[in-house]
Each structure stands twice: as structure tokens, then as C-alpha cells.
């Protein structure tokens, strides 16, 4: 397991884990990332992603994608 920020762009990768708090985890989940969900980075820009999630392009901070783990 990696976190997120480590993954290779244009890969597909499957989440394995979401940290973080309760609020932050649930934030997550309302945006589609789910454990066992797919997800795509499509560009890192200064450590913040832009990741393809449930056919929907999501940007997420550095601090965000740490807490997912792939």
C-alpha cells in the first residue's frame, strides 16, 4: 500500500484504505472515494491531484490524497 500522492498518472489503481477522521473519511465518501473503488490520477500540480473517480474528475489537496491509500 502507497498513499495516493505516490501513484503514476494515467494509471488506474484501486483504493485500499481511507484515513483521517470521521469527517474527513465521509467527506471522501461523498465525493466517491470508497474502499475498492477505482481511481485514476490525471495530474499532480505542486502535490495536489486531479484524480477520475466514479467517472467524475475530482481535485483533492496534497493533505487529502495522503490519507488515501492505493
Do not use: H, Y
Amino acid at each position: 500500500m502507497m498513499p495516493l500522492t505516490m501513484a503514476v498518472p494515467g494509471e488506474k489503481n484501486c483504493i485500499k484504505r481511507i484515513g483521517g477522521q470521521d469527517e474527513t473519511r465521509r467527506f471522501l465518501e461523498n465525493l466517491g472515494f470508497v474502499t475498492g473503488g477505482e481511481i485514476t490520477v490525471i495530474s499532480q500540480m505542486n502535490g495536489n491531484l486531479i484524480v477520475n473517480v466514479k467517472d467524475s474528475r475530482v481535485a483533492i489537496s496534497k493533505e487529502m490524497a495522503n490519507k488515501i491509500s492505493i
